[in-house]
């Protein structure tokens, strides 16, 4: 398939793990792509153009949106992947820190989609694709803030996809288990930390490490991008991965009881 056929697509945080991942699939797929990071990177080797965007700050979006407008003409693809991690208990976070994990998580996306539908609708055709999390579904002791952010986002591409569907628009979710990217790469520690959650906290990351040695390559994430890109008809939201299908499952049909007992002993917490 050309890059004709499949058009202009948009990557929000490629510079590393999913993102870049993603941002190759969707190149090999046909896709002519743009990646954004924070700070400046050259073009990579397999044609993808990489542009400075800070998701956070409103002038950088529309930046890197014009950018995008006056090197190709459209946008026919936007994937939202850019986000920020937060491990710790949820109040040893301040008010400054909590509003800067949703400034990128949830205000990023919003200002990178709003951004962008302007410019689908006057394509009449244009699809984003927001990178949700399986702590979208469920709860996340340890990572509450950044749970808050995934669920802030299901509800936010949902209620969207309904209001811009009949001008030729869909948004679709995709929601990773756990991946296999750099445990340190995005993850934030609570700036004012207690020491009531120090030993407890220690456990939450040492259980980190090891579920995401064991989780998902990032190509399985990416191959649920490029699926949920394509789909003549998408459906509103695509697990990526064996774990994350099983939670999605859990979370719908089993007894609220039954999922709480269960995460409590997954994440090794007392009853």
């Given at each position: 398939?050309?890059?004709?056929?499949?058009?202009?697509a948009?990557v929000?945080?490629?510079?590393?793990?999913?993102?870049l991942v993603?941002?190759?699939a969707?190149r090999r797929?046909?896709y002519?792509?743009?990646?954004?990071?924070r700070?400046?990177?050259p073009?990579?080797?397999?044609?993808?153009t990489?542009?400075?965007?800070d998701?956070s700050?409103?002038?950088?979006?529309?930046?890197?949106?014009d950018?995008?407008l006056?090197?190709a003409?459209?946008?026919?693809?936007?994937?939202?992947n850019?986000g920020?991690?937060?491990?710790?208990?949820?109040?040893?976070?301040?008010?400054s820190?909590?509003?800067?994990?949703?400034?990128?998580?949830?205000?990023g996306?919003?200002r990178m989609?709003n951004?962008?539908?302007p410019v689908?609708?006057?394509?009449r055709?244009g699809r984003?694709?927001?990178l949700?999390s399986?702590?979208g579904l469920?709860?996340?002791p340890?990572?509450?803030?950044y749970?808050?952010t995934?669920h802030?986002?299901e509800g936010?591409s949902?209620?969207?996809?309904?209001e811009?569907r009949t001008?030729?628009?869909?948004?679709?979710?995709?929601?990773?288990?756990v991946?296999r990217t750099?445990f340190?790469?995005?993850?934030?520690r609570?700036?004012?930390?207690l020491a009531v959650?120090d030993?407890?906290r220690?456990?939450?990351?040492k259980?980190?490490?090891?579920?995401v040695a064991k989780?998902?390559a990032?190509e399985?994430?990416?191959a649920?991008v490029?699926?949920?890109?394509?789909?003549?008809?998408?459906?509103?939201?695509y697990?990526?991965?064996?774990?994350?299908g099983?939670?999605?499952?859990?979370?719908?049909?089993?007894?609220?009881s039954?999922?709480?007992?269960?995460?409590?002993?997954?994440?090794r917490?007392p009853?």
């Amino acid at each position: 398939m050309s890059e004709t056929e499949c058009g202009i697509a948009l990557v929000t945080g490629a510079s590393s793990g999913i993102g870049l991942v993603t941002a190759q699939a969707l190149r090999r797929d046909g896709y002519r792509v743009f990646g954004t990071s924070r700070k400046p990177m050259p073009d990579t080797a397999d044609g993808i153009t990489m542009l400075i965007c800070d998701v956070s700050n409103d002038a950088s979006v529309q930046g890197v949106v014009d950018e995008v407008l006056s090197r190709a003409g459209r946008i026919d693809l936007l994937v939202n992947n850019a986000g920020i991690g937060l491990l710790g208990g949820a109040e040893e976070s301040t008010m400054s820190q909590a509003k800067a994990v949703f400034d990128v998580n949830v205000f990023g996306i919003i200002r990178m989609t709003n951004a962008v539908l302007p410019v689908m609708r006057r394509q009449r055709r244009g699809r984003i694709v927001n990178l949700s999390s399986i702590l979208g579904l469920i709860p996340a002791p340890y990572n509450a803030l950044y749970a808050s952010t995934k669920h802030a986002i299901e509800g936010y591409s949902e209620s969207l996809d309904h209001e811009v569907r009949t001008q030729g628009i869909r948004i679709v979710l995709v929601e990773p288990g756990v991946t296999r990217t750099s445990f340190e790469e995005n993850i934030t520690r609570p700036d004012r930390p207690l020491a009531v959650y120090d030993t407890i906290r220690a456990d939450a990351a040492k259980l980190m490490r090891e579920i995401v040695a064991k989780g998902d390559a990032p190509e399985v994430v990416a191959a649920a991008v490029v699926r949920a890109a394509n789909a003549a008809s998408p459906k509103r939201r695509y697990t990526a991965g064996k774990a994350a299908g099983q939670i999605r499952f859990m979370r719908r049909f089993l007894p609220e009881s039954f999922v709480d007992k269960n995460l409590r002993k997954f994440s090794r917490l007392p009853d």
